[in-house]
């Protein structure tokens, strides 16, 4: 508990974000969003990227086989539009996963100085693209991913989606992601990640990873073990998302790709759980009113700390941690029954 709490203070005080920066650029930007059944998502999210303050890109849609509206709502935007355009996607091979073979395909159609690839479900602020076409030059990056800021308007996703940034910003250092060249060392959000486009046409990033349910961290590790610096930020409040809308469609979701952040391993999970779960209770067996006064105080501490750099409700987040907690210990076991019984599914298909 020292040990993840001196993460989170580390993280903390680093203070990991993208910084604003004013200063212009005029490269061409593409900007790449992959789409499946986001009927009620993908609008909010090209009214905010038509209205940003960034001149230089294009935007291209690729519907991947979508079974609603998706492809229509797209259309009509994008023929209002002369900036933006809307392809289909091809037929899924056997051997890759649906989202990442729509962002090869959707390279493949890429004009552009820098790929960015955006999610559906998101929308863009003023100062996005400049001030992360900024960190590309000044850190020579080959990746830019930024953790998006987190919109949660149920008490059912907020008493799930904390736990990513919880996670994430309790167990790795951020800045290490740059600063260390070992390529075992990486974090990635498939929400924003913006790719030297010279890079990605030569290393087809998406392709290495055509068969990884975590795609994002997997090319984070190609592009370092390639020799290319990256780097992994929290957006700073100048990209946010509302992945998922109620409290089933948040433990279902986390629950398809928890394990993958462990590579599989079922062991190296419930030894996580063991730790960050059985610890405090073994501390609570003991009756020690002084022990368990310090590790309410460690837990407190690094709950305020991470939500504040997350740019979310510290004091909630100290509130709802017991639940939270709870239901990190149920999306492991669902995400370990799917994955016994290979039965994980998403957007309609097993993988």
Not at 55 to 64: A, C, H, M, S
């Amino acid at each position: 508990m020292v040990l993840r709490f001196t993460v989170s203070l580390f993280n903390f005080l680093s203070n990991p974000k993208l910084p604003h920066i004013k200063k212009p650029y005029g490269q061409l930007v593409s900007i790449l969003i992959p789409v499946r059944n986001e009927e009620g998502n993908i609008l909010t999210l090209l009214q905010s990227i038509q209205k940003q303050d960034y001149g230089n890109y294009e935007v291209i849609i690729l519907d991947d086989d979508s079974t609603d509206d998706t492809y229509r709502v797209c259309s009509e935007f994008a023929a209002e539009h002369p900036r933006f355009k809307v392809i289909k996607g091809k037929k899924l091979p056997h051997d890759w996963l649906g989202k990442n073979y729509a962002c090869y395909q959707l390279a493949k159609q890429a004009n552009g100085d820098y790929f960015l690839f955006l999610d559906a479900d998101e929308q863009v602020y003023n100062g996005l693209i400049n001030s992360a076409l900024h960190r590309m030059h000044l850190y020579n990056l080959g990746l830019l991913s930024l953790f998006t800021n987190q919109q949660m308007d149920t008490l059912g996703e907020k008493i799930v989606v904390p736990l990513m940034h919880f996670i994430l910003l309790n167990l790795l250092p951020l800045r290490l992601v740059y600063l260390t060249k070992n390529s075992s060392v990486a974090a990635a959000s498939g929400q924003f990640m913006l790719f030297d486009a010279t890079l990605y046409r030569q290393y087809e990033w998406h392709k290495q990873a055509k068969d990884k349910v975590v795609e994002d961290v997997e090319i984070m590790k190609f592009v370092k073990a390639a020799g290319y610096n990256g780097e992994a930020l929290l957006a700073n409040g100048m990209i946010s998302c509302r992945m998922y809308k109620g409290y089933t469609d948040a433990v279902n979701g986390f629950s398809k790709n928890f394990l993958a952040a462990f590579n599989y391993s079922i062991m190296w999970l419930l030894i996580y759980l063991v730790i960050i779960i059985g610890g405090p209770m073994i501390i609570l067996m003991t009756l020690n009113f002084q022990l368990m006064l310090f590790m309410v105080g460690l837990i407190i501490l690094t709950r305020i700390m991470i939500s504040l750099s997350a740019s979310q409700n510290a004091w909630l987040n100290v509130l709802l941690h017991p639940v939270q907690m709870i239901n990190l210990m149920l999306i492991a076991f669902i995400a370990i029954q799917k994955y016994l019984t290979k039965t994980t599914v998403w957007k309609g298909r097993r993988i």
